[in-house]
């Protein structure tokens, strides 16, 4: 990002505009796929850094809300500051924000956490087997699985949604597309909220009641938004559905916490994140093809109800997010195991308890 900033001070004309994609490309390629090593790792260092369920929920939480208030906060910047300032200092403020969290991260004390000397390797196995080690923890685990189900469930429902708002907003809410900021930040706020909450509602019902109960009813709010023909209360609805939503998403990351050896939870983290995120691009995938194919001109009726092609999509996607809940209040042991040593060369024992 400095280098783009340093650049864009340059006449204009002096990097043709071939050059300037490829550099926007490579930039925006390079940045997400450090984002593949930071994320793993900032999830194991708040599992060693937080202890007990309530905590760590509170603590991904406030990750959450953070995260939510950015996006709320950032696009409304974003053009004074471009069209005041001028790209450089726009891409410089970037730049600037990853030095911040640069000395964030120094400043952190971690404590002593991971193998003991005595059980390390002499040598550090090749990546590929350290990731198969991982991929043999995670089968083991029946939490780690039903929780990976969840998760693909729930990311099959959520995908066609976020790809789809925007027509729903213009077909069923009868308003113009650029109100989806508007809808997006209601979203935002109550995502703020639910997160703020997490902690307490894990004390009050366990991080397991709180997914299965989260994922039911934001995917009831949902398919109930999906009735909506009026702007201003389909935006209380986004409000309220966002608020279970953040709260049970803030509730997953301890919980698979918890049952991972703490050296594996990069590694399962690996697993589970490029899974999810399959889920939500065949999600994408699927529900643009039928908006735009199949369900184009589809118009009927069920119980008296009016159904179009984008409602008819989202109370799929609704039924999904409700399915995740109820296989998680089924799938989900009342306490997780907790995790054990893992397997090591030759022995008999599984990984962890499953």
């Not at 208030?69 to 200092?89: D, K, Q, R």
């Not at 989806?180 to 366990?206: E, N």
């Not at 409000?239 to 399962?268: C, D, H, K, W």
Request: aromatic fraction near 10%; glycine fraction near 8%.
């Amino acid at each position: 990002m400095a280098v783009l900033a340093l650049l864009s001070l340059l006449p204009h004309g002096t990097i043709p505009i071939w050059a300037w994609l490829v550099l926007l490309y490579v930039s925006v390629i390079v940045i997400n796929s450090a984002g593949q090593f930071f994320n793993p790792a900032r999830f194991a260092t708040i599992s060693d850094i937080v202890t007990g369920e309530a905590d760590r929920t509170k603590a991904f939480g406030l990750g959450q809300a953070t995260s939510a208030t950015a996006a709320i906060l950032g696009p409304p910047l974003a053009a004074p500051i471009l069209l005041s300032a001028g790209v450089g200092w726009a891409l410089a403020l970037n730049a600037f924000s990853y030095a911040v969290s640069y000395f964030a991260i120094c400043s952190i004390t971690f404590p002593a956490a991971g193998l003991a000397a005595a059980d390390r390797p002499a040598e550090k196995p090749a990546w590929w087997t350290d990731f198969a080690a991982g991929l043999k923890v995670f089968v083991r685990n029946r939490f780690l699985v039903a929780l990976m189900v969840v998760f693909v469930l729930s990311s099959l429902g959520t995908g066609a949604m976020t790809t789809l708002l925007v027509f729903f907003i213009g077909e069923n809410l009868h308003t113009v597309p650029e109100m989806l900021g508007i809808m997006t930040m209601a979203y935002g706020l109550g995502s703020i909220i639910g997160a703020l909450l997490s902690g307490r509602l894990v004390r009050l019902l366990t991080a397991r009641r709180l997914t299965w109960l989260g994922l039911i009813l934001g995917g009831s709010l949902f398919a109930l938004y999906t009735r909506q023909t009026n702007f201003a209360a389909a935006l209380v609805l986004m409000f309220v559905v966002a608020i279970p939503v953040a709260a049970m998403n803030a509730s997953l990351s301890p919980q698979l916490i918890a049952v991972t050896p703490r050296e594996y939870l990069g590694r399962i983290v690996s697993v589970v994140t490029p899974v999810s995120t399959a889920a939500t691009l065949l999600s994408v995938v699927l529900g643009g093809w039928l908006a735009s194919t199949v369900l184009l001109d589809f118009h009927g009726e069920l119980f008296g109800l009016h159904l179009g092609r984008i409602d008819t999509i989202f109370t799929v996607s609704s039924a999904l997010v409700i399915t995740a809940g109820i296989y998680a209040y089924f799938a989900l042991p009342p306490t997780p195991p907790a995790a054990a040593e893992p397997e090591r060369e030759g022995a008999d024992q599984p990984a962890v308890a499953a």
